[in-house]
């Protein structure tokens, strides 16, 4: 699953967007997700987050903060 929600200059993702949208989804237990850019040269998708910056990973860590905060487990699946 990937999801085109990182519309900022540094395809960061946010607190708003994916945040959100995968705190709404930590019931289901185990969230296996994501496919993302590994550098600027892997960019596939318009708008997807990476995770090559350390901006893209502390916004991946808020991510993950907030499904951990609703008891769900959250894996990254950087599509390596």
């Known amino acids: 699953m990937t999801r085109g929600r990182a519309d900022n200059?540094?395809?960061?993702?946010t607190?708003?967007?994916h945040g959100l949208y995968y705190e709404q989804r930590a019931?289901?237990?185990?969230?296996i997700t994501e496919g993302s850019q590994?550098?600027?040269d892997a960019?596939?998708?318009?708008n997807t987050a990476g995770i090559h910056t350390d901006e893209q990973v502390e916004g991946w860590k808020k991510v993950?903060?907030?499904?951990?905060?609703?008891?769900?487990?959250?894996?990254?699946n950087c599509g390596m």
């Not at 200059?9 to 993702?13: D, I, L, Y």
């Open 15 to 17: 607190d708003e967007l």
């Open 27 to 31: 019931s289901a237990g185990l969230i």
């Open 64 to 76: 993950t903060k907030r499904v951990h905060d609703k008891g769900g487990k959250y894996l990254f």
């Open 43 to 46: 960019i596939g998708y318009i």
């Open 38 to 40: 590994v550098s600027k």
């Open 9 to 13: 200059e540094g395809n960061v993702p």
